[in-house]
């Protein structure tokens, strides 16, 4: 759709226009049709447009934008986000929009963005989303997704200039988990401190530092028939355990997730999906029973939040989702 509003026109008529400036320090002469939206990301703006070049060349592109007012930090630093795609980029195994160009802004008052390619493909979460692709059709990519997860974290980080990050340790993520519940309205935080405490007493010897998406899931990537064809939403990606990522995609296709509305039978089992990660991996993963525990008190976490912001807004959130995402945490531990 397009955006409607005057001072949303306006917007984006600046925004071509950076853009023009941005894309023609690459391709003297190139142009940039008119933006329009796209959904995507929750925390910043996703447009889609053409870029045209004096060659003739018309190619379709999507803009990923901070917001404008804020500090473009953590998930809101969209240069972040470009800067592990690109280091992504020349690994055939773990597939990614190529980066057209960028501009830093001059925030808050001027976000930056950046631009990459369009890449073809639907974008379907199983349990979740319309059933617009065939079960088998989504058995295939969670497969695949097992696959190239373990070529993700078999990537040499020093290799592709990411050595400097650092590492977000296990501890750390729980921590984090267990103070967001400790900081929502006290009916919120149901059994939710309790779990965070015996997740922070139990915690894993730790793993490998490796490349981290965080948001590890199909209907974050790309797909054509069976076959990924790239990997997107790169908004909260770290140095860190790859168990994390493993975890959120066995629970985003688990039959008993607490937010899923459709059965797929035709989906393989966790144990399948993990033995697939593992053959690819070249080992086995160990402890991951407390990583089952830890996406769901971590969702749950980020909901109680989410639902706190939308009382303050007049709405009622999701109190039910916060609780059976608990149980479910507390199942597996």
């Known amino acids: 759709m397009s955006a409607a509003g005057g001072e949303d026109r306006d917007a984006l008529a600046t925004l071509g226009a950076r853009a023009t400036l941005a894309a023609r320090e690459s391709s003297p002469g190139a142009t940039i049709g008119s933006l329009e939206v ?55 195994s773990v597939c990614v929009p190529n980066i057209c160009f960028e501009s830093a802004g001059d925030p808050p008052g001027i976000p930056p963005f950046f631009a990459m390619e369009y890449v073809e493909g639907d ?10 692709v065939p079960d088998a059709t989504l058995a295939d990519r969670a497969l695949a997704a097992a696959r190239m997860l373990a070529a993700l974290h078999t990537v040499d980080v020093e290799a592709i ?89 066995l629970m985003m296709l ?18 399948s999906i993990r033995a697939e990660h593992e053959a690819a991996l070249g080992g086995a993963v160990g402890d991951l029973e407390w990583f089952h525990a830890y996406v769901r008190f971590k969702q749950a976490a980020a909901t109680a939040r989410i639902t706190q912001g939308a009382r303050r807004r007049g709405g009622t959130g999701f109190p039910d989702t916060i609780a059976n995402l608990l149980d479910s945490a507390r199942a597996q531990l």
């Open 38 to 92: 796209l959904s995507g990301g929750h925390s910043s703006l996703t447009y889609t447009a053409v870029l045209s070049t004096p060659d003739k060349n018309e190619q379709r592109i999507v803009f990923k934008v901070a917001p404008a007012g804020v500090d473009p930090v953590g998930h809101r630093d969209v240069l972040r986000q470009a800067r592990a795609i690109r280091a992504l980029a020349g690994d055939p």
């Open 123 to 132: 974008s379907t979460e199983p349990l979740v989303d319309d059933p617009s």
């Open 161 to 249: 200039g990411l050595g400097d990050e650092p590492t977000t340790s296990v501890r750390a993520e729980a921590e984090r988990w267990h103070r967001a519940f400790e900081r929502v309205d006290e009916d919120l935080r149901l059994d939710g401190p309790a779990i965070g405490t015996r997740l922070l007493e139990h915690l894993p010897a730790p793993g490998p530092a490796v490349l981290v998406h965080g948001d590890y899931r199909l209907g974050n990537m790309r797909c054509v028939g069976p076959t990924i064809t790239a990997v997107v939403d790169w908004e909260i990606w770290e140095i860190g355990d790859g168990r994390i990522d493993l975890a959120w995609l």
């Open 254 to 271: 688990d039959p008993s997730y607490p937010q899923r509305r459709r059965d797929v039978s035709a989906l393989p089992t966790r144990e």
